[in-house]
């Protein structure tokens, strides 16, 4: 008895028609745009909102040292007041300020009960810092670090950015990969229902192998069906990580696999002179150690000049001017001690600084040295699953030729059919892995 299923023209008709709806939305775009890993890294550091936001820090870093420099630079104020009373000390000392203080004020009455008075004054103080115990200079080299410090953060952060554009990318690369070896499994599986279907016909086989057949075609599109939303998705990653338009149609320009040797001890070296976290950890010290000084600075005196300029008058055009001068020194005696506890914490963090450099020195080390043996794995692997994909399509198109002779049987058809699949998945995922593992090695080496 023969057994047809109307359900597979159905379902191939709609993988083909989802498939092509989630693949082809990218290609409605206007252009597209081809792309290399190492475009797709160049992209990340530069392009993004990410990398805008770490410009716009370092920018912050950099106002702040024009902030701390000001102290340098006299202050001078301007100010101008408008007030009216017969409070007798504002009276008695607004007609001195006016300059028209007469014998007649000293009248008891005319003391205790002055008639109101109006005062209009226009004050320039000109205020400058001559010494400070270094305070200014050394907040200004903090301002400076941290400045330093900002940049090395957009460095590391570009890094971070490029190496994340870069798993994007080859993820990307993974699942086109993976789509046309389903796509070939299709039509492997379609080749195999045909042929099957024409020995039925002549009896050769049952029905029970072509309905055999027919759930593994039915199984095969369920999951390029399934890719194809993967890769979808794994698209609008890498569009954002790279910060292109999300309906852009990116074109993937698939990179070859680094085979350059791979020398440990030398790429430990190279990533701590390279690394910024390591730069990082040495002005975080030099930090800590300007902190220290600047903590100091509070037992040491102050001295400050200021001069003033000032008019007072009952009307602007009744104004009379008058000066002062004068030097303030201030010297911290006791603060409760609280500027010694400073100093101790300054000490502190500047030990714990320069703890921090050398552990991060050693994680550095480790980092590289296990990036390094990754690679050489996963170049190891990509060997092997290379062998193993050529053994699996070898051992397919033997069973294929046993089966149409009769010697083996339809389940030998599937179990050499899924393992090409398995083969193909393991081979694509080795090969990529090659890529990854290489760039996390140049990203420990700083070399990103």
């Known amino acids: 008895m023969r057994i047809d299923t109307p359900l597979l023209p159905l379902l191939r008709a709609f993988g083909l028609v989802l498939v092509t709806g989630m693949l082809g939305t990218t290609a409605s775009a206007d252009a597209q745009t081809p792309l290399t890993l190492s475009d797709a890294m160049a992209r990340a550091r530069t392009d993004t909102a990410g990398a805008r936001a770490m410009t716009a820090a370092a920018g912050e870093a950099t106002a702040r040292i024009t902030q701390a420099r000001s102290a340098f630079f006299p202050r001078i104020d301007l100010t101008e007041s408008v007030q009216r009373g017969n409070q007798p000390v504002y009276v008695f000392s607004t007609l001195l300020s006016q300059r028209r203080f007469t014998a007649a004020n000293f009248d008891i009455q005319n003391l205790n009960h002055p008639p109101p008075e109006t005062n209009i004054r226009t004050g320039v103080v000109f205020t400058q810092q001559v010494y400070d115990g270094g305070t200014t200079r050394l907040t200004v080299r903090a301002a400076e670090l941290q400045r330093d410090m900002a940049d090395l953060d957009s460095a590391a952060g570009a890094q971070d950015r490029a190496l994340i554009a870069a798993r994007a990318f080859v993820r990307v690369v993974q699942l086109e990969s993976l789509d046309r ?68 149609a990116i074109v993937i320009v698939t990179p070859r696999p680094s085979t350059d040797p791979v020398d440990a001890n030398a790429l430990a070296r190279q990533a701590l002179a390279a690394r910024p976290e390591r ?25 400050g000049v200021q001069a003033a300029w000032e008019f007072n008058g009952a009307t602007w055009a009744e104004q009379r001017s008058a000066w002062t001068v004068g030097t303030t020194v201030a010297l911290n005696v006791f603060n409760g001690f609280g500027d010694r506890g400073r100093m101790t914490e300054a000490q502190q963090a500047e030990s714990r600084a320069a703890a921090d450099r ?20 996963a170049r190891a692997g990509e060997t092997v699953g290379r062998a193993a994909l050529v053994q699996a399509r070898e051992s397919q198109r033997i069973i294929r030729e046993r089966y149409d002779a009769g010697l083996a049987t339809v389940t030998d058809v599937l179990r050499a059919a899924e393992a090409v699949l398995d083969a193909e998945a393991r081979a694509t995922a080795a090969e990529t892995n090659v890529i990854l593992e290489t760039v996390a090695l140049d990203r420990a080496t700083g070399q990103l």
């Open 279 to 303: 730069r990082q950890s040495a002005l975080r010290l030099e930090l800590a150690e300007n902190g220290r000084r600047l903590a100091r600075s509070a037992f040491l005196p102050r001295i």
């Open 358 to 377: 050398e552990q991060l020195e050693r994680r550095i080390e480790v980092e590289v040295r296990g990036a390094a043996a990754r690679v050489a794995a």
């Open 181 to 248: 070896a389903n796509a070939a499994a299709v039509a492997a599986a379609e080749s195999d229902l045909d042929r099957t279907r024409r020995r039925r016909d002549v009896g050769l086989v049952t029905d029970a192998d072509v309905l055999a057949l027919e759930v593994h075609l039915a199984d095969v599109r369920q999951r390029q069906i399934a890719a194809g939303g993967d890769l979808m998705v794994a698209r609008l990653d890498l569009a954002d990580a790279v910060g292109l338009p999300l309906d852009r």
